[in-house]
Antibody
Framework: QLQLQESGPGLVKPSETLSLTCTVSGGSISDYYWVWIRQSAGKGLEWIGRIHGSGTTNYNASVKSRVTMSLDTSKNHFSLKLSSVTAADTAIYYC???????????WGQGTLVTVSS | DIQVTQSPSSLSAFVGDRVTISCRASRSVDNYLNWYQQRPGTAPKLLIY???TLQTGVPSRFSGSGSETDFILTISSLQPEDCAIYFC?????????FGQGTKVEIK
């Protein structure tokens, strides 16, 4: 059974970079698409972007200038970096598997990231 | 971006009632429309994909219908464990977008 687990700091200062990792167990990250989604009271669920096991990425234009996704197949994990954060980036961040770019069938439990000084 | 609008934003019904939630897209998404259930404090869970296909393990009281711009999620007989927020999600065109959610409560 596929399992995903987000990890990273729960508190980030304004203007700094948010960094999260999603560790996958029960399957290889090389064969699928993987996404980052965030959820906040103000914006609901927001798709941040996706990365394929080959390294190909697509980002939401709303964050494209600030976001980088990468993956490490040796550790079977993928990562999110979001730079120049503001309070508007405060949210629960989820990683998930994007099955064939059709739907998200496995999700991590989510991690709350708060942007505050 | 394709806007996805759900209605109602919340509803309250009795156990055993038939419940329907609507999702409307600002332009055609063909059948690239999914439904998720989110219970408090947990991640969304896939219920229906491609408009009408039930995800493995999801109870058969859940069903989805529709195409192009108009979709419906139906719970044929509401159960106490169905109290949750339900989201629709389109994957026809990047960026993927979600509805704002429908909160379902038991009367």
């Amino acid at each position: 059974q596929l399992q995903l687990q987000e990890s990273g700091p729960g508190l980030v200062k304004p203007s700094e970079t948010l960094s999260l990792t999603c560790t996958v167990s029960g399957g290889s990250i090389s064969d699928y698409y993987w996404v980052w989604i965030r959820q906040s009271a103000g914006k609901g669920l927001e798709w941040i972007g996706r990365i394929h096991g080959s390294g190909t990425t697509n980002y939401n234009a709303s964050v494209k200038s600030r976001v980088t996704m990468s993956l490490d197949t040796s550790k079977n994990h993928f990562s999110l970096k979001l730079s120049s954060v503001t309070a508007a980036d405060t949210a629960i961040y989820y990683c998930a598997r994007d099955w064939n770019t059709d739907y998200f069938d496995s999700w991590g439990q989510g991690t709350l990231v708060t942007v505050s000084s | 971006d394709i806007q996805v609008t759900q209605s109602p934003s919340s509803l309250s019904a009795f156990v055993g009632d038939r419940v329907t939630i609507s999702c409307r897209a600002s332009r055609s998404v063909d059948n690239y429309l999914n439904w998720y259930q989110q219970r408090p404090g947990t991640a969304p869970k896939l219920l229906i994909y491609r408009g009408s296909t039930l995800q493995t393990g999801v109870p058969s009281r859940f069903s989805g219908s529709g195409s192009e711009t108009d979709f419906i999620l139906t719970i044929s007989s509401l159960q106490p464990e169905d109290c949750a927020i339900y989201f629709c999600h389109q994957t026809r065109t990047l960026p993927d977008t979600f509805g704002q959610g429908t909160k379902v409560e038991i009367k």
